[in-house]
């Protein structure tokens, strides 16, 4: 079974701080993708990382793979309150993805 | 563009009962996902179909589950019959075909299923 711990599972931060919330397992990954989820909805995809060391941003967000392809982190910058929600990483092998546990993530006005 | 559609969004049955989960991929993905989360869990996979093909079956639970998809478009996932520890959220995903792309997944909204 492949695991995925993610950290912190909570966070709760002012606006304007920046945060980082990290994703671990002891597998390799093909990919890592980070996905939001809001009360009531699916995850929605916010990023799909493929090879070691890659970094890709997406606004405030900045989105790591480990050089190994085990490891990821999400950092965003001057959060805002829209970026309240559950940040999921999921590894993916032969299209099948593993989930990690997610980080709830408040930001306070 | 429509997206992952499914229904219902919620089912409350009693122990025994049977119930049918039916989703709606974007039209022209190939793959089809079934995945749930169950109580304090992290979301799990069940199965993929690549069209109308079960690609890997291997998280489904036990025998009581059945997932169909005919004629490689909409997807049904029937529990029969049902356990307290069904209770969860259905997702269903899809995504092209092939490559990277392959695995970026899209999302339903989920159906909230409780079994009293």
């Known amino acids: 079974t492949q695991l995925l711990e993610q950290s912190p599972q909570f966070l709760s931060i002012q606006e304007g701080e920046n945060l980082t919330v990290y994703c671990n397992s002891s597998s390799v990954f093909s990919s890592l993708q980070w996905y939001r989820q809001e009360p009531g909805e699916g995850p929605v995809l916010l990023v799909t990382?493929?090879?070691?060391?890659e970094v890709k941003k997406l606004k405030r967000l900045t989105f790591q793979f480990g050089d190994a392809r085990k490891d990821s982190s999400l950092h965003i910058t001057a959060a805002q309150p829209g970026d309240t929600g559950l940040y999921l990483c999921a590894g993916g092998n032969d299209y099948k993805l593993s989930f990690g546990a997610g980080t709830t993530v408040t930001v306070r006005a | 563009e429509a997206g992952v559609t499914q229904f219902p969004s919620h089912s409350v049955i009693e122990k025994g009962q049977t119930v049918t989960l039916r989703c709606d991929p974007i039209?022209?993905?190939?793959?089809l996902y079934w995945y749930r989360r169950v109580m304090g869990k992290e979301i799990k996979f069940l199965l993929h179909?690549?069209?109308?093909?079960?690609?890997?079956e291997s998280g489904m639970p036990n025998n009581r589950f059945l997932a169909e998809r005919t004629g490689g478009t909409y997807s049904t996932l029937k529990v029969q019959p049902a356990e307290l520890e069904d209770s969860g959220v259905y997702f269903c995903a899809s995504s092209p075909w092939d490559g990277i792309e392959g695995t970026e997944a899209f999302f339903g909204q989920g159906t909230r299923l409780t079994v009293v």
């Open positions: 039209s022209g993905h190939d793959n």
């Open positions: 179909f690549v069209k109308e093909s079960k690609q890997d």
């Open positions: 990382v493929v090879t070691g060391g």
